[in-house]
């Protein structure tokens, strides 16, 4: 009985821990949204995290989605091909990219360029004491650094989303159309009829919009509640990575079991 006894200690104790994270993750997440109003009167503090998080992860999205589009318009033509269905290629190539590709693939860079960038940068701030130096000047850190953040990568990551998209049909293209020769008219053609904006577009849109949100919440969370160490730190940047990922994949399914369930 101790041995069972002691299991079941551990399992309540692990989900306390559970929920207490999940807790203060909840309350701080409503912080950030309590302290964003600061930015109608600052937007250049916005303006200026969103190059930083942005461009900085253009170059690696944009070389990714035009390999990505490749590769797909290679592999759609080696199976359309055999059911003399190689026509379909540039629908093939629109769907997988706006339904599905496009916003998982980016969100899984953004988490790895961006969301390890800002777990690091806020860890490192609260590492050299720079935060508890704003809070001594009755500066908001939430305000000045956590908020711009957020808004930052939520907007920066539909917009990510739609160049991974954009390039990666161009490379299919590239590879489909110019390389083993599909034909163009009925390459376009079939994507133009075939794709719908609402039910195809859009819903890309709300899922790179929900990535967004939830992967720079959680490298900003991550990074401001790591211990003041070198080895937390890392640590921190670490877990932004695992959650970030497995995270993106849950809503994913979530979100797509929602939107095509009819």
């Not at 069972?4 to 309540?12: K, R, T, Y």
């Not at 461009?55 to 080696?78: K, T």
């Not at 599905?100 to 969301?115: H, M, N, Q, S």
């Not at 161009?170 to 039910?199: P, R, T």
């Amino acid at each position: 009985m101790t041995a069972v006894g002691d299991f079941l200690a551990a399992i309540g104790a692990w989900l306390r821990g559970v929920l207490v994270s999940v807790g203060f993750a909840t309350r701080a997440f409503f912080t950030v949204l309590g302290a964003s109003a600061s930015l109608v009167r600052r937007p250049r503090l916005l303006i200026e995290q969103l190059y930083f998080i942005g461009n900085y992860s253009l170059i690696i999205v944009a070389v990714s989605g035009l390999f990505v589009g490749m590769v797909l318009g290679l592999q759609g033509y080696y199976t359309l091909n055999k059911y003399g269905s190689e026509q379909a290629l540039g629908l093939l190539v629109a769907l997988s990219l706006t339904r599905e590709l496009g916003p998982v693939v980016t969100g899984l860079l953004f988490a790895g360029r961006a969301g390890t960038s800002l777990t690091a940068e806020i860890g490192l701030m609260k590492a050299d004491e720079q935060l508890s130096a704003m809070e001594m000047m009755a500066v908001n850190p939430i305000q000045r650094v956590l908020a711009p953040r957020f808004w930052a990568g939520v907007i920066a990551m539909p917009l990510l989303q739609a160049i991974f998209t954009a390039i990666g049909i161009l490379g299919a293209y590239l590879v489909g159309v110019q390389l083993i020769g599909v034909d163009e008219g009925a390459f376009w053609s079939q994507m133009q009829s075939g794709v719908d904006l609402w039910k195809d577009i859009a819903n890309g849109f709300v899922k790179s919009l929900v990535f967004g949100i939830a992967i720079t919440f959680i490298a900003l969370y991550q990074g401001y509640q790591a211990q003041p160490t070198p080895e937390d730190v890392a640590g921190a940047t670490t877990r932004t990575v695992v959650i970030s990922s497995l995270m993106v994949w849950w809503l994913d399914f979530m979100m797509t079991a929602l939107m095509f369930s009819k």
